[in-house]
């Protein structure tokens, strides 16, 4: 999968804690991206980064936040889960801004009781 | 924004017979299509792609066409087996993101 580890695979959380998603790359990709997955809404981008320190927001960014201290790493947080916000989290990776694939990790389920 | 359309959301067809699979965008300036396929519990995989200045793709069995003008593009997949049972999802560029389509249910029939 394109050397990229999410974790934790799977979470339950319960609604009103913060909760952080980890996305962890080997390639040295400069872009790197959050997207939620849901039933009858395909794929919905949240935050992206294309750099160290350089983020910005996608379709759905409210009630997340992210940060990339380093190159490999690009974290996810929700701040207050709700309900609203279980879901399957894929990050995925990508060596050039355009005219290249986004690569996916195998994805985090979770779940905000 | 970037819209993208997919259709149809669930396709079933018998085992050698072809499947296609349709998405229209609405920014003219998106120039980079791919298709993913994605299987239970797994990220989506990289299939096929296409880039605006070309008007057809093939890999084997997968082929993709593109027609800039209706700003739309479709995946042609032939002699299909029942390992292509999946979900697949077109995508167009976006600035540095890519738009999903809702995705298309593909089953495969012996």
């Known amino acids: 999968d394109a050397g990229i580890t999410q974790s934790p695979r799977h979470k339950v959380t319960e609604t009103g804690t913060p909760v952080t998603l980890r996305c962890h790359q080997t390639?040295?990709?400069?872009?790197m991206y959050w997207y939620r997955q849901d039933p009858g809404h395909g794929l919905r981008l949240i935050h992206y980064s294309y750099g160290v320190k350089d983020t910005d927001k996608g379709e759905v960014s409210d009630g997340y936040s992210v940060s990339r201290s380093k190159t490999e790493d690009f974290l996810l947080t929700l701040e207050s889960a709700t309900s609203s916000q279980t879901s399957v989290y894929f990050c995925?990776?990508?060596?050039?801004?355009?005219?290249?694939?986004?690569?996916f990790g195998n994805g985090t389920r979770l779940t905000v009781t | 924004g970037e819209n993208v359309e997919q259709h149809p959301s669930t396709l079933s067809v018998q085992e050698g017979d072809s499947a296609v699979i349709k998405c229209t965008y609405s920014?003219?300036?998106?120039?980079?299509f791919p298709w993913y396929k994605q299987e239970l519990g797994k990220g989506p995989q990289l299939i096929i792609d296409i880039r605006s200045n070309v008007g057809e793709k093939k890999d084997q069995r997968i082929a993709v066409t593109l027609n800039k003008t209706a700003k739309h593009f479709s995946l042609h997949i032939t002699e299909t087996q029942p390992e292509d049972s999946a979900v697949y999802f077109c995508a167009a560029e976006s600035g540095y993101a890519l738009n999903f389509g809702k995705g298309t249910s593909l089953l495969v029939t012996p």
């Open positions: 995925a990776i990508r060596n050039t801004g355009g005219y290249s694939p986004l690569h």
């Open positions: 390639e040295n990709h400069r872009y």
């Open positions: 920014d003219s300036a998106s120039n980079y």
